[in-house]
């Protein structure tokens, strides 16, 4: 019940495509859903977050849709570009507790061809 | 504002042996957390240190200890290192505890290689 499965495990998107990413969890206790940017040899860096009631939420290029009834979220960049390459992790916790630990996906790596 | 900053960057120990890796949290954040990340893997939670004290720990066995200082800067300890401990070793800090909080900042990690 802990886990977050995230799909798919590679994706390869032309320059200026749209790259989606999907995740789906089973704890109903998670009110917080952040996405991580990973570069190699890098810590991930927080791109953009979601709280479960709202069902969209975009920041520049990149969008988060949240579908609460089927636990599942995912995003969206939108004009994909060779810089966006990287390894995408899709996060959740139940942020409302003291601890708010976050349970990681298993990571999308992410090429964007020129 | 600094970010989060690790140290050492890379570290080489043999099994057995024991390890001590720091990590300073951003500035004005009280919660510093602790994950492994194994290669091609998402990262997962060790514990966390809020104010001082542990808040929150996760499946990893009692060799794994930390300490959290006033500065609320951080240490990770790993005792009589296995060949499985070998990984990259991310801190994250956050503003405080709750979800409102909950927005968590990553180090660029320790690589930690057990021969």
Redesign the interface.
Same mark, same amino acid.
């Given at each position: 019940q802990q886990q977050v499965k995230q799909s798919p495990q590679s994706l390869i998107v032309q320059k200026g495509g749209i790259s989606i990413i999907n995740c789906a969890y089973e704890n109903t206790a998670f009110d917080y859903f952040p996405w991580y940017q990973q570069f190699p040899g890098k810590g991930p860096a927080l791109l953009i977050a979601i709280r479960p009631d709202v069902s969209e939420k975009k920041e520049g290029r990149f969008t988060i849709s949240f579908n609460k009834s089927a636990k599942q979220f995912s995003l969206h960049i939108m004009d994909s570009q060779p810089g966006d390459s990287a390894t995408y992790f899709c996060a959740a916790s139940t942020g409302s507790s003291n601890t708010g630990k976050l349970i990681f996906g298993q990571g999308t790596t992410l090429q964007v061809k020129p | 504002e600094t970010g989060?900053t690790q140290s050492p960057t890379h570290l080489i120990k043999t099994r057995g042996q024991q390890v001590t890796l720091r990590c300073s949290s951003q500035s004005g954040h009280n919660t510093v957390?602790w =994950?492994q990340q194994a290669l091609? +893997?998402?990262? *997962?939670?060790i514990f +966390?240190y =809020?104010r001082e004290e542990e /808040?929150?720990r996760?499946n990893f066995p009692p060799r794994f200890s930390g300490l959290q200082f006033p500065n609320y800067s951080s240490e990770l300890n790993v005792n009589a290192l296995e060949l499985d401990d070998s990984a990259l070793y991310?801190c994250?800090s956050?503003p405080g505890?709750?979800?409102?909080? /909950?927005? *968590? @900042? @990553?180090?660029?990690?320790t690589r930690l290689t057990v021969l």
């Open positions: - | 989060v957390s =994950y091609g +893997q998402g990262p *997962q939670f +966390q =809020y /808040n929150g996760g991310l994250a956050s505890t709750g979800w409102r909080d /909950n927005e *968590q @900042f @990553f180090g660029p990690g």
